[in-house]
């Protein structure tokens, strides 16, 4: 989970936002961070399951009084509906990266060896690269990269943390077993 103490007494905090489809809304919550003094290590924002409304997922690194601060000053901004600073409760926290790494005829074995090790999964090959596909934790993504590394890294992209957290209530405070039924 996102929550090592740095040197400086701060540490990342994971922050969930609920915001209504309207220009202008995404901007102002980056806004709000710039503007404290905040490094936004990871953002991702994409529909929700209530039309209208987008999840937007970040990781930032501060104090918690900082953190606190911000999330109430969050709920002040006209477009949001709901924040949630996940940080410390139990959640499930993934990350995707596509990493296009060079290979040979002598190389390819070892990478998909090393892609199989880490449940990834090569979703594009050449001649002379492999596109791998990584999904998981912001470390193992990370450990997968370092091994990668001894191998010639052509391109990567990453998304960004994604995160829910972990039991059955929904966003409205209710219980989602329901909806989980009729699926």
Same mark, same amino acid.
């Not at 929550?3 to 980056?30: M, Y």
């Not at 953190?67 to 959640?91: F, G, S, W």
């Not at 990478?111 to 998981?136: E, K, P, T």
């Given at each position: 989970?996102?929550?090592?103490?740095?040197?400086?007494?701060?540490?990342?905090?994971?922050?969930v936002?609920?915001?209504?489809?309207?220009?202008?809304v995404?901007?102002?919550?980056?806004?709000?961070?710039?503007?404290?003094?905040?490094?936004?290590?990871?953002?991702?924002?994409?529909?929700?399951?209530?039309?209208?409304?987008?999840?937007?997922?970040? +990781? =930032?690194?501060?104090?918690?009084?900082?953190? #606190? &601060?911000?999330?109430?000053? %969050?709920?002040? /901004?006209?477009n949001?509906?709901?924040?949630?600073?996940?940080?410390?409760?139990?959640?499930?926290?993934?990350?995707?990266a596509?990493?296009?790494?060079?290979?040979?005829?002598?190389?390819?074995?070892e990478?998909?060896?090393?892609?199989?090790?880490?449940?990834?999964?090569?979703?594009?090959?050449?001649?002379?690269? +492999? =596109?791998?596909?990584?999904?998981?934790?912001t #470390? &193992?993504?990370?450990?997968? %990269?370092?091994? /990668?590394?001894?191998?010639?890294?052509?391109?990567?992209?990453?998304?960004?943390?994604?995160?829910?957290?972990?039991?059955h209530?929904?966003?409205?405070?209710?219980?989602?077993?329901?909806?989980?039924?009729?699926?």
């Amino acid at each position: 989970m996102y929550s090592e103490i740095q040197q400086n007494g701060t540490h990342k905090h994971t922050v969930v936002a609920w915001l209504e489809d309207k220009p202008g809304v995404l901007n102002r919550v980056v806004g709000l961070f710039r503007r404290r003094g905040f490094n936004i290590e990871s953002l991702t924002v994409g529909h929700s399951e209530t039309p209208g409304i987008s999840r937007l997922t970040f +990781v =930032v690194d501060g104090d918690d009084r900082m953190v #606190d &601060q911000a999330v109430k000053q %969050l709920y002040k /901004l006209v477009n949001v509906t709901k924040v949630e600073n996940i940080t410390d409760r139990p959640a499930i926290i993934r990350e995707m990266a596509l990493i296009r790494v060079r290979v040979d005829t002598a190389t390819r074995a070892e990478v998909m060896q090393i892609v199989d090790i880490y449940r990834a999964r090569i979703v594009d090959v050449s001649m002379d690269a +492999v =596109v791998v596909q990584a999904v998981g934790a912001t #470390d &193992q993504v990370e450990s997968l %990269l370092d091994l /990668l590394a001894n191998y010639p890294v052509l391109e990567m992209v990453r998304t960004g943390a994604v995160a829910m957290t972990r039991g059955h209530v929904g966003r409205n405070g209710k219980s989602s077993r329901k909806r989980k039924a009729a699926l």
